[in-house]
């Protein structure tokens, strides 16, 4: 295959492409799923396999996407479907890469939603919105603001304007190129860290002042404890390890494609060895050491450890942090309403510009469309992919393509082009993709840990979800098997996800017509989201298939 010269377009700087990088990876889930999933699998029982999995999961699999997309962009390729398909002899590589191109736009369509709250929940900091409003109010307000029935601020359908208006401000600064996105994560990254910094801050001198007669016992540094106090039981836990790599993939954002896409607009020669442990580290900064200083802390603070325990979940950052922060008074409440809601939209724009990367770029090399035309034609395929999880949001749209876009496909993608790049590529040659134009001295443990432990740590983790045990008890579980009785699968396995196993199960014990009739649209919606994640990921093969055609008869 005959190498052609680098693209016009490329990086500016190498802090602009670490930040974007780090953008990338640096998104909703630090802020808002990190702490959650620490809280619900025993604090500090999961930082270690967390950090384990983050050496022998995210830095392998941060190597791989890194040299994978410089070594594809070395032949003009800038989307997944050809870069596998410049590694690997078999056709069927470019359509693993599909992978690659699908899953950002499965994952923007609902992404973008949730900054679309974090941009709205910014202008309510800023008007006092939540003043004087109880902790059920709060709660009560964001259950409204999604329903589409009532608006908070006199503008019909409110929670679509600003959907809309946050995916085309998107598509406005990807239409700019790599430029755009650069200058946005040289904004938005800084800005990010000094209000989580601002934020963490306040938490570590929150103490026990913010006790009250109804949560007598609250204390910040409870959490910071709970999250912090190594628990190494944790290590012969398989449900906490499953929730450590499934963190990982989260943050890091490996098994999506946009690394990839990103860095093939390097050079042969420049470095992808420090470039990608700085991005994976300063990510880990932002999660480990602020991401866990603020919701948690903040929280335990003012209602006490126990309540956190028996409430964490995602909507904690929507509908607690503004009740918790009307009690520094009301202009402090609307500096830290500004900082933390400022904090998730700078955190999830960067990481959703990257998500419309692959496609542009598959575009432009493939069809020849420029900048422009790639940006929109994007933002109008995330806009009809996206809208059914505005209007049916409460119909579990939103929680599908979530499961199936955002966590089953990111596994698959990261075990297949593990096996393509260790087993397929072959390790000589991906070593020294990894060594070239290197600045640090990549530990040859790596080679190893590329060749045989990351493969299969993501065949464990994709296995594991596959077949999850009932009430993720392995333990008793494999007892059970070799006993004789069986392999009991949890409702929230692969397998019985795909049967509906979990809503039929709460269906079967509905107590009226009501519940049922609800359980039984779920059911329905459920479907209507999988047709569309299929059609969407038929249509990406179809253009690939055309693509390879084209260049099959160009080249006769």
């Not at 593990?418 to 040659?429: D, E, R, Y």
Request: charged share 15%; hydrophobic share 50%; aromatic share 16%.
């Amino acid at each position: 295959m005959e190498k052609i010269t680098l693209p016009k377009e490329a990086w500016g700087s190498r802090l602009g492409l670490i930040l974007a990088m780090a953008g990338n990876a640096v998104g909703l889930g630090n802020f808002l799923r990190f702490p959650v999933q620490a809280v619900q699998n025993g604090g500090g029982a999961f930082i270690i396999p967390y950090l384990v999995c983050f050496l022998l999961l995210g830095i392998p699999l941060l190597f791989i996407e890194w040299s994978s997309g410089r070594y594809g962009g070395k032949f003009g390729n800038h989307s997944t479907p050809f870069i596998l398909d410049t590694m690997g002899k078999r056709a069927a590589w470019k359509y693993i890469g599909v992978f690659g191109i699908f899953t950002n736009i499965g994952v923007v369509a609902y992404y973008t939603y949730i900054e679309s709250w974090s941009f709205s929940y910014v202008l309510h900091a800023l008007i006092g919105t939540f003043e004087s409003l109880s902790q059920a109010e709060v709660a009560q307000f964001f259950d409204r603001y999604i329903s589409l029935g009532s608006s908070t601020l006199g503008i019909p359908l409110e929670p679509l304007f600003f959907y809309v208006l946050v995916l085309f401000l998107n598509v406005y600064i990807l239409s700019k190129g790599l430029g755009g996105i650069e200058k946005v994560a040289k904004i938005g990254m800084p800005l990010l860290i000094l209000f989580g910094i601002i934020l963490a801050v306040t938490a570590y001198r929150l103490g026990d002042s913010g006790r009250s007669a109804e949560f007598p016992q609250a204390n910040a540094w409870d959490g910071f404890n709970f999250l912090w106090t190594p628990q190494f039981d944790s290590l012969l836990n398989p449900k906490v390890w499953l929730a450590a790599a499934g963190q990982i993939f989260f943050t890091l954002s490996v098994g999506m494609g946009t690394i990839q896409c990103y860095a093939a607009y390097l050079d042969s020669k420049d470095d992808i060895a420090l470039n990608a442990v700085s991005a994976g580290f300063m990510n880990e900064f932002v999660e480990v050491v602020l991401g866990s200083a603020i919701v948690i802390p903040i929280a335990a603070g003012y209602l006490g450890i126990d309540w956190v325990l028996e409430n964490a979940g995602f909507g904690m950052a929507f509908q607690t942090m503004p009740f918790l922060f009307q009690q520094w008074g009301e202009f402090f409440a609307a500096i830290a309403g500004v900082s933390w809601f400022g904090l998730l939209f700078f955190a999830g724009i960067t990481s959703s510009l990257a998500m419309g990367t692959p496609w542009m770029g598959f575009m432009k090399d493939e069809f020849g469309w420029g900048k422009k035309k790639g940006a929109y034609s994007f933002g109008l395929m995330a806009l009809v992919m996206g809208l059914p999880t505005v209007l049916f949001y409460q119909q579990g749209v939103f929680e599908e393509y979530d499961y199936w876009a955002g966590t089953v496909s990111l596994v698959v993608f990261a075990l297949l082009e593990s096996i393509l790049f260790a087993w397929v590529f072959g390790m000589n040659k991906g070593w020294n993709e990894i060594t070239t134009g290197a600045d640090i001295k990549v530990p040859q443990v790596y080679r190893f840990i590329i060749k045989y432990i990351t493969p299969l740590l993501l065949l464990l983790v994709f296995l594991g979800a596959l077949i999850t045990p009932e009430d993720n008890d392995w333990a008793t579980t494999i007892q059970s098997l070799f006993s004789g009785q069986g392999w009991n699968l949890d409702p929230n396995s692969i397998i019985e996800k795909l049967a509906h196993s979990d809503l039929k199960m709460q269906l079967a014990a509905s107590q009226s017509q009501e519940e049922s009739r609800i359980l039984e649209e779920k059911i329905r919606y459920a479907n209507f989201a999988r047709i569309q994640l299929a059609c969407l990921f038929m249509l990406i093969c179809l253009l690939v298939y055309y693509a390879n055609y084209k260049r099959k008869t160009k080249v006769q």
